[in-house]
């Protein structure tokens, strides 16, 4: 059997290092700076530390401050942040070349984010809606899109 990383509780984890898409680089190599699975910042803090990964061309890192949110933040907002994470990882399957994975997780998002209704915090979720549908519309028409259209503000 293989042996998987785990964590102090002995929950799995890849300790592997990542390249700038999220994908598992192999042992000794040098990645981009891991997100720590225990992060756990206040919304606007963790709206400020995603979109400057988004900004950077980081958008599966800016996931994974957004699964924070969506996983350590009250009940009551978890399809907001579930939605914000997953529009992050619709935008990661773009930059890979996944324009499948890219259409099933913009859908997803752009579903919670318009059932969600009026986002807290200044976050744009119509403008978000908006450009996820732009979005899977290049993907339908198998249209390139480019790094500038995967930096989306998430607040106003």
Known sequence: MVERDRDDVGRARNARPRDRLGRP?????????????????????????????????????????????????????????????????????????????????LERAAGRLTAYGAAPYGIDGPGLVSHAESLLADLDAGRTIGEDRLRPRLRL
């Open 25 to 105: 680089l192999p042992p000794g190599s040098v990645g981009v700076e891991r997100i720590p699975d225990d992060l756990d910042l206040p919304p606007n803090e963790t709206l400020d530390y995603a979109q400057r990964l988004l900004d950077d061309g980081l958008a599966f890192n800016a996931h994974e401050v957004l699964e924070g949110a969506w996983k350590s933040g009250p009940f009551a907002e978890r399809m907001l942040w579930q939605g914000l994470a997953q529009y992050a990882v619709g935008l990661t399957h773009i930059q890979r070349g996944n324009p499948k994975g890219a259409r099933t997780l």
